[in-house]
T-cell receptor, first 112, second 113 residues
Framework: DQQVKQNSPSLSVQEGRISILNCDYT??????FLWYKKYPAEGPTFLIS?????DKNEDGRFTVFLNKSAKHLSLHIVPSQPGDSAVYFC???????????FGTGTRLQVFP | DAGVIQSPRHEVTEMGQEVTLRCKPI?????LFWYRQTMMRGLELLIY????????DSGMPEDRFSAKMPNASFSTLKIQPSEPRDSAVYFC???????????FGSGTRLTVV
């Protein structure tokens, strides 16, 4: 049973536009959410996170939004750049554990 | 800091053979995780250790898989016997218990033919 779901396997966006990546979760015990970025032949790297006590966290071009009632979070990248082309994984954990549960990933392609 | 180090980077083996993947976590990190990446399931947690003790191995697919962490600086994931469906990229990650999540290694791409 997939507790963290990324229903869009791929997304293509023009450079300069906004990229919106979505993630849904089913476990109401999750209270910390992260986004990771992965380039080919490399391990995932941490991008941005949000605690369940917040509904928005911003870091430069990256903003994560959390809607707890809908069990949904999204990552906004604006403006998108070609270097943002990668696979993005959503992940979640519960306070009682260090265990991160990841989604299946969304491949983002930013074209000129 | 060299980060999380995994070896080998690539492994090709024949069905039925034993495969051992290795990981050196970041010094001072007290949690270590083994993940498997596949197209269908994304990043799937296999097992994790805290202070060298296995905490949760519920993700280990079957008895053919085993993992050890004999000390704070080394862990292995073993598959015996290997099968073609084990082909995937296996990642190791370590975590210091606070801060911004895990640090991943570069992964081992396993191909079982």
């Amino acid at each position: 049973d997939q507790q963290v779901k990324q229903n869009s396997p791929s997304l293509s966006v023009q450079e300069g536009r906004i990229s919106i990546l979505n993630c849904d979760y089913t476990n109401s015990m999750f209270d910390y959410f992260l986004w990771y970025k992965k380039y080919p032949a490399e391990g995932p790297t941490f991008l941005i996170s949000i605690s369940s006590i917040k509904d928005k966290n911003e870091d430069g071009r990256f903003t994560v939004f959390l809607n707890k009632s809908a069990k949904h979070l999204s990552l906004h990248i604006v403006p998108s750049q070609p270097g943002d082309s990668a696979v993005y994984f959503c992940a979640a954990s519960a306070l009682s554990t260090d265990k991160l549960i990841f989604g299946t990933g969304t491949r983002l392609q930013v074209f000129p | 800091d060299a980060g999380v180090i995994q070896s080998p980077r690539h492994e090709v083996t024949e069905m039925g053979q034993e495969v051992t993947l290795r990981c050196k976590p970041i010094s001072g990190h007290n949690s270590l995780f083994w993940y498997r990446q596949t197209m269908m399931r994304g990043l799937e947690l296999l097992i994790y250790f805290n202070n060298n003790v296995p905490i949760d191995d519920s993700g280990m697919p079957e008895d053919r898989f085993s993992a050890k962490m004999p000390n704070a600086s080394f862990s292995t994931l073993k598959i015996q016997p290997s099968e073609p469906r084990d082909s995937a990229v296996y990642f190791c990650a370590s975590f210091q218990g606070s801060g911004y999540g895990y640090t991943f290694g570069s992964g081992t791409r396993l191909t079982v033919v």
